[in-house]
């Protein structure tokens, strides 16, 4: 049974520094990967998605990698700022599934 | 872009009612919607896959006769939480995906958080 942790739980930085988030799945045979938002009481968005074929994507400030044989993928966000203030969800799919396996979440709080 | 709505946003209803929550694709048809609940502190845990047209395939663990979930169009989908108690206050969310999707883009509705008195 696939399951994905995400570390830290939370994180609390400065405006401006530059972060990393942590997300490690158990089986590694993933079709892809998701890195999602969610602010309090609210949908997700869906922030950037990674192909199994694909080692990293880049959306303005923010890069995920992703390490499939190692199980790993690592979001960095850039010069943060206040409205990053959010939870940051990672998600994994298998097999063509659309299912998607999330971890508990990394609740960031850039603070200004 | 690909917008999906539910209604309502919050609901509050007293243990042993039921509670039906709406899931819509806005500007987009649907064949598949996904209904998710996620715990305080915990992760979106998928409940079940609605299919239009057919019935719903539910993930282990949970009852289908107590969460019924009907797929009627291609725009909406509907979570009914039969007789409800404490235990099922919790955070709901749908997701959909277009007919001509493109793999792993889902989107999601903005919630509805239930709580049973």
């Known amino acids: 049974k696939q399951e994905v942790t995400q570390i830290p739980a939370a994180l609390s930085v400065p405006e401006g520094e530059n972060l990393v988030l942590n997300c490690s799945f158990t089986d590694s045979a993933i079709y892809n990967l998701q890195w999602f938002r969610q602010d309090p009481g609210k949908g997700l968005t869906s922030l950037l998605l990674i192909q199994s074929s694909q080692r990293e994507q880049t959306s303005g400030r923010l890069n995920a990698s992703l390490d499939k044989s190692s199980g790993r993928s690592t979001l960095y966000i850039a010069a943060s700022q206040p409205g990053d203030s959010a939870t940051y969800l990672c998600?994994?799919?298998?097999?063509?599934?659309?299912?998607?396996?999330f971890g508990k979440g990394t609740k960031l709080t850039v603070n200004p | 872009g690909a917008v999906v709505s539910q209604h309502p946003s919050w609901v509050i209803c007293k243990s042993g009612t039921s509670v039906k929550i709406e899931c819509r694709s806005l500007d987009f048809q649907a064949t598949t919607m996904f209904w998710y609940r996620q715990f305080p502190k915990q992760s979106l845990m998928l409940m079940a896959t609605?299919?239009?047209?057919?019935?719903?395939?539910?993930e282990q663990g949970v009852e289908k006769d107590k969460f019924l979930i009907n797929h009627a169009s291609l725009t909406l989908s509907t979570l009914t939480v039969t007789s409800a108690h404490p235990e099922d206050s919790s955070f709901y969310i749908c997701s959909a995906y277009p007919r001509d999707y493109i793999q792993g883009t889902q989107y999601f509705g903005p919630g509805t958080r239930l709580l049973v008195l």
């Open positions: 998600a994994v799919t298998q097999g063509g599934s659309e299912k998607l396996v």
């Open positions: 609605s299919n239009e047209g057919s019935k719903a395939t539910y």
